[in-house]
């Protein structure tokens, strides 16, 4: 394998851009081939099958463009789809889990821990699981937040309406103790502002893309595939849904000019 080669990343959305853009900063040297599949985002309130189906749809993708790495850059699809991209593919698969949890166990000071995600992360139990397996003794509160990711995917409303889906969204969480909330979904770092204005500033936000772009990069320096580009990587955004609305929104987080392409799956 070619130390050269991009890394694929997949995500229901544009929430995936918050890896990306921590890939961007650890990692300058690496290409990165993006899929965000807007058109059938989220994929949290969706059976486990038909996440399984997406995921494997946007990995047979990803694999004509002959990446050295895929990162399932959604929680959900980490969730459903983790061990079946593994099983199919011969390459690394890195998940968002995993990364997430590990950050909020390294900042828990009480060792209580809030979790929001979609419907389908929560269900899961995905990070009750993680979380628990390294340290038992842990208290884990879960939340699913399901209004949350359709207003980052909107991404046109107004500072007002998000501060009050926000604090709607949260509100069965706020009478629960915990230090750290790990944000369980990675459309929510988008609007994380809101979220640490709603529960508090005595409460640290976790996010996995930190956690996963440093995972990413010990597995390719481990395998000898760290790129060492001269020339400045050139990246490539696909989406299912609308071209237009994805570039307005992975140009604002991102902080640079992105070439978005449609694609069919």
């Not at 949890?101 to 699981?129: C, D, F, H, R």
Request: a negative charge.
């Amino acid at each position: 394998m070619d130390r050269h080669q991009p890394i694929g990343i997949l995500d229901s959305g544009v929430g995936g851009l918050t890896v990306v853009k921590e890939i961007f900063r650890q990692l300058p040297h690496e290409e990165v081939i993006y899929v965000g599949d807007t058109a059938r985002c989220p994929y949290g309130s969706r059976p486990i099958d038909e996440v399984k189906q997406f995921t494997l749809e946007i990995v047979d993708f990803l694999l004509k463009y002959n990446v050295k790495m895929i990162v399932i850059a959604c929680n959900t699809a980490t969730s459903f789809a983790l061990d079946a991209v593994k099983e199919k593919v011969k390459i690394p698969v890195v998940g968002v889990i995993r990364p997430g949890s590990l950050a909020a166990i390294k900042n828990t000071k009480t060792g209580k821990i809030g979790v929001i995600g979609t419907e389908g992360t929560i269900l899961s139990g995905a990070y009750q699981k993680a979380l628990n397996q390294i340290n038992p003794n842990l208290t884990v509160t879960s939340l699913a937040c399901p209004t949350l990711v359709p207003l980052v995917e909107d991404g046109s409303q107004s500072e007002e309406t998000i501060k009050k889906v926000v604090k709607q969204a949260l509100k069965p969480i706020l009478n629960h103790d915990f230090d750290s909330l790990i944000l369980g979904c990675t459309h929510y770092p988008i609007i994380s502002e809101y979220i640490q204005e709603v529960v508090g500033n005595e409460v640290m936000l976790l996010s996995s893309a930190e956690e996963t772009a440093r995972e990413v990069s010990m597995i390719l320096h481990y395998q000898d595939l760290l790129a060492s580009h001269i020339n400045k990587p050139s990246h490539r955004f696909f989406t299912t849904g609308d071209k237009k609305h994805f570039k307005q929104i992975g140009e604002k987080w991102l902080q640079q000019e992105i070439n978005v392409e449609h694609i069919d799956l």
